[in-house]
């Protein structure tokens, strides 16, 4: 990227001033980029809100689904408490609570669904969409195509928005990481169908809100095109009757290395 920007500069040496500016804009986002990643990867702990929304039709039926996690998250080890509700075009279907802990190679994860508490050891793979430190630092050193497309106030703090395009090894990644197949489950359409059709996408846009001191204080991934058009390669050139308009992962952060420590209930341990 460094040897772009400068070849870029060369070749404007001699245009007008104002295009020198650009050059500068792309060192400045490249520079806030990796502040980002030095910011973050100290971080201990912090707060998130994540929704996990996806909008589609099927001729005159049309379906709205959200996940709303709302979560606590200490780093190393990986601990979080989280409290989890799904809506169905806007009707309330579940809301349960989870606690997961790191345990070696393993995460011990206890589940409160309709007043019982159930404990389910998963791999650490499965709970990693709600490691929003991993999937910041996945997309903060993945984007490609980066720009700044403004400043915008999150939570009182002001922030730089930047936007670019995660591809190829980094796509998959995050797609295993949004926790979308729990959606896509329900089509008959499983994370490796998903990974397999992934060919007929360019790319997926990222949307990162950092501070002035290199907090990511929001990101966004937009996966309605990548979803839409594994759907029309599925089915295999006849007219594909499902129209997604929506399918987005948006989270917010807050609290950084400012939450206390937590422990799993005595109830949810007994579970074990």
């Known amino acids: 990227m460094k040897k772009r920007i400068f070849a870029l500069a060369m070749a404007l040496a001699m245009a007008a001033t104002a295009a020198g500016c650009g050059a500068k804009q792309s060192t400045d986002v490249e520079a806030l980029l990796q502040k980002a990643n030095d910011t973050m990867a100290q971080v201990t702990s912090m707060s998130a ?3 996990v929304q996806m909008d589609m039709a099927y001729e005159e039926e049309s379906m709205k689904s959200v996940v709303k996690s709302d979560m606590d998250l200490i780093m190393d080890p990986f601990k979080t408490n989280m409290t989890i509700s799904m809506t ?3 009707e309330a279907l579940q809301t349960y609570e989870m606690y997961a802990v790191q345990n070696g190679d393993t995460v011990d994860a206890y589940m409160q669904v309709d007043g019982e508490w159930i404990h389910q050891p998963m791999a650490s793979t499965d709970v990693s969409q709600y490691d929003a430190k991993q999937n910041m630092d996945l ?5 490609e195509a980066f720009k700044v497309t403004g400043t915008e106030e ?3 703090n002001k922030t730089t928005v930047v936007e670019g395009l995660l591809t190829g090894d980094s796509m998959e990644e995050a797609l295993k990481n949004s926790g979308i197949e ?3 489950a329900g089509l ?3 994370t490796e169908d998903l990974v397999t059709l992934m060919d007929s996408v360019e790319g997926m846009p990222v949307k990162l809100w ?4 290199g907090y990511v204080m929001q990101y966004e991934l937009d996966m309605t095109a990548m979803m839409q058009g594994i759907l029309d390669v599925m089915s295999a ?3 594909n009757p499902i129209t997604i308009s929506k399918t987005l992962v948006h989270m917010t952060c807050s609290n950084f290395d400012a939450v206390p420590d937590f422990e799993v209930p005595a109830e949810a341990l007994a579970a074990a």
């Open 188 to 190: 008959g359409i499983s």
């Open 49 to 51: 809100q994540m929704e």
């Open 237 to 239: 050139g006849e007219e």
């Open 210 to 213: 950092i501070s002035e001191d």
């Open 139 to 143: 997309y903060l050193k993945n984007i």
């Open 182 to 184: 729990s959606t896509t």
């Open 88 to 90: 169905l075009n806007d």
């Open 154 to 156: 999150i939570n009182g």
